[in-house]
């Protein structure tokens, strides 16, 4: 499972967990989140989000 950062506000949606106050469940894959899903933080749309990498 990935996470997204919000670029504005650093907000992270974690696959794994879902956004359940929103009614996204747990599992759900960022590609998969409606169109007019915003940061809860920010209300930023899906296309100020990056995937965040982590290096080993």
Partial sequence: ???YV???CEW???EELGDP???IAPGTKFE?????????ECFA???E???LEFSS
Avoid: H, N, S, T
């Fill in 32 to 40: 998969d989140l409606p169109e007019d899903w915003e940061c809860p």
């Fill in 49 to 51: 989000f990056q995937l």
């Fill in 45 to 47: 749309g899906k296309d």
């Fill in 6 to 8: 919000c670029v504005l």
């Fill in 21 to 23: 106050k929103r009614g």
């Fill in 12 to 14: 992270i949606y974690d």
């Fill in 1 to 3: 499972m990935a996470q």
